[in-house]
């Protein structure tokens, strides 16, 4: 169970790990270099620029949409090493303000000489011969992830160690780091943003004066009388 000095054993089912300096969790996007998995399967090095934004707009902006079906952006998140679960922890995108997962990742992994699974030696080193339990725990977990849709998205975290008192799992957000993938207001030209461009439009409304214009209509020179206006709307009834 995950304990915070300011919040004591968790109570919750979400935890916003940008709500407080104290949470020893936080999340970094980053680009990567082209990997290929255990299975033989490439995935290309990030297309278009990604910026960091945080600071001023509390999210990342990748310039372009990703290939379909390849992994091509990380997501680095850092926890106490003790935390480390090979395996086990997961990183997940959702649309901004939704529940709907859109991809699942879990730390990437190889095959040392015995066929078992070990993590990836680039993150987690381990000699040919040794196993899982031989590989250094760390305090950042990384993750490649497929990002093949434009739009703003929220990252979630989960851990086995990271229990509620109720022994649930507690799913961590990061709500002040968002990832926008493109513009709302211009199209990705190659691996840029294009100029961005708007279409304004405005609604107005029209006054054509008061009703019944007909019947109260003002004689040059007199003076406009709510009163005199009431009778004469009765009087029409």
């Known amino acids: 169970m995950l304990v915070s000095a300011n919040f004591g054993p968790l109570r919750i089912s979400t935890l916003d790990a940008d709500s ?3 949470i020893p969790i936080s999340l970094a996007i980053s680009s990567k270099f082209a990997t290929t998995d255990a299975f033989s399967v490439t995935h290309a090095a990030t297309v278009g620029a990604l910026s960091d934004n945080t600071g001023s707009d509390g999210r990342y902006v990748l310039a372009c949409k990703q290939t379909a079906g390849v992994k091509t952006v990380g997501f680095n998140v850092t926890r106490p ?3 480390t679960a090979f395996g086990g922890e997961w990183v997940q ?6 529940w709907e997962n859109t991809t699942n990742e879990y730390e990437p992994f190889t095959f040392n000489d015995y066929g078992a699974k070990v993590p990836l030696q680039e993150f987690r080193p381990t000699d040919p011969l040794s196993g899982v339990t031989d590989a250094p725990t760390k305090d950042v977990l990384n993750v490649f992830m497929e990002v093949k849709d434009e739009g703003d998205y ?5 851990n086995p160690n990271i229990k509620n008192e109720g022994d649930k799992w507690v799913a961590v957000q990061f709500k ?3 990832l926008r993938v493109g513009s709302p207001w211009a199209e990705c030209t190659g ?3 294009g100029t961005s461009s708007y279409s304004l439009g ?3 409304p029209i006054l054509f004066g008061v009703p019944n214009t007909n019947s109260i209509a003002l004689v040059a020179g007199s003076v406009f009388s709510s ?8 009087k029409a009834k």
């Open 202 to 204: 405005m609604i107005a």
């Open 20 to 22: 407080d300096p104290d």
């Open 227 to 234: 009163s005199k206006l009431n009778a004469r709307t009765h």
């Open 93 to 98: 995108l959702f649309p901004k303000d939704s």
């Open 176 to 178: 002040q780091t968002l």
């Open 154 to 158: 929220e990252v979630m975290f989960g």
């Open 81 to 83: 090493a003790a935390l």
């Open 191 to 193: 691996t840029d943003i």
